[in-house]
Structure formats: C-alpha cells, structure tokens
C-alpha cells in the first residue's frame, strides 16, 4: 500500500541549480498538494492541483512550479535555487468530498532539500 | 488571511501524564483536523472533526470541536514514549468547501515524553 511516494529523500543543491522533486500516488486521489515545512513551523501551500491539467498557486508559490499531466504525478520543480529554498517539502493528496473522505490529506515522507 | 495558532509550542511530560493542547484561530473553521508528525517523517492524519461541539476519540486520544467554531483541544491520555512527535491541527480555508482540499496548519506543539 504505497499512498504517496515522493523522491529524492534527501537533496543538496548549489545557488542557481535546478531540480525537480517527484511525487506519485496510487490511490486515485484528484488532489495534490506540495507544502513546504521550514524549521519550527507549520506546512505552508506551494502549489495544489484539483485534476490531470489544472494548477494553480497556493501561499508561497515564488521560485517554483507544477505541472499535472496525469492522476498520478505531481512534480515539483525549482528553477533557481536560492538559500531561502532550503526546507522540507511535502506532497500530499486527497480526494474531494464531505466526511472522513474529504478534506483528509495525505502526505508523503517528505523530502529534505538543501540550499548551499 | 486565516491562521491558527497552537499552544503550548512545546511539552516536557513524564510517560503515564495526560496531555491537554489546543489550537485556536480568530475566524471559522467548519473541519477541524489533528495531525501527528513523527522525526523525519510526513504528517498523518489522528483525529478529524466536522461539527462543533463534536467530541471524538480515537484510542487514548479525545479531541474536540469547540462550540464557537474558533477553537479546538487534543487530549492525549496516559502518554507513552511513541507519543513523541510534533502535532498539528489544521482546517480548510472558509469558502473552500471542500472544493479546493487546501489545508491551513498551526504551527505545532512539539511533545516530548521522558520515560
């Protein structure tokens, strides 16, 4: 029962690199997620997306971006990377609907990404 | 925009003490949703609630949906040392409704449990 699986676990970038973080899940989920998790604090919204096709920015979406070409994948890539990057994301997903079912999101392991 | 603020930010306890924590927020929320996050792993999903005033336990732990929307509380009973992990609550944002899924989290209260 995989759930959500994300890769790399752990990332060092250089300033000004490129990268993209992979996020798959097997349950049929319409919605995905990436937060980001800085030390101490809560997870904050980079970007979601609703279906295969549709983004759309969260809280913090600068210095990223997503694309959804299916169900399944929802990559996260960084252009530039700068120090301010330098956090925990996370992927989630959920599948829309009242009760227990809805708005219950769930996330991957998390990926570790530093900044040097 | 909407926020929700957790208290304590962190807890020292001795294994076998209760655990009370809240989360409070100075707008509405309709979900309320408690999250634990274990060291080095993502947040996972221990209680949900859906009306106010509802109260509902899973195993040692009770949370509860306060009556004026803006608040909730987590109860963990005669804690354990797997107990440690840091615990979020989180709400959909008003207007969501569910269509959009995006969660607002608290910044978390850290617990740690001495054995």
């Known amino acids: 029962n995989a759930g959500v699986t994300q890769t790399p676990k752990f990332r060092i970038l250089k300033i000004g690199q490129s990268m993209t973080l992979q996020c798959t899940q097997d349950m049929n989920h319409n919605y995905m997620y990436w937060y980001r998790q800085d030390p101490g604090m809560g997870l904050k919204l980079i970007y979601y997306?609703?279906?295969?096709?549709?983004?759309d920015k969260g809280e913090v979406p600068n210095g990223y971006n997503v694309s959804r070409s299916t169900t399944e994948d929802f990559p996260l890539r960084l252009e530039l990377a700068a120090p301010s990057q330098t956090s925990v994301y996370f992927c989630a997903s959920s599948y829309p609907g009242q009760g227990i079912s809805g708005n219950t999101i769930y996330f991957g392991e998390g990926s570790w990404l530093t900044v040097v | 925009g909407q926020q929700l603020n957790q208290s304590p930010q962190s807890m020292f306890i001795q294994e076998g003490e209760d655990v009370s924590m809240n989360c409070t927020s100075s707008?509405?929320?309709?979900?309320w949703l408690w999250y634990k996050q274990d060291p080095g792993e993502g947040p996972v999903l221990l209680i949900a609630?859906?009306?106010?005033?509802e109260l509902t336990s899973n195993g040692r732990l009770t949370a509860q949906f306060g009556i004026t929307r803006k608040d909730s509380f987590l109860n963990i009973s005669a804690s354990i040392p797997s107990d440690v992990g840091i615990y979020f609550c989180a709400g959909p944002p008003l207007g969501d409704g569910g269509s959009q899924g995006n969660l607002i989290f608290g910044k978390g209260t850290k617990l740690s449990v001495k054995p």
């Open positions: 609630l859906y009306k106010a005033g």
């Open positions: 997306s609703v279906g295969a096709g549709i983004t």
């Open positions: 707008s509405i929320f309709n979900t």
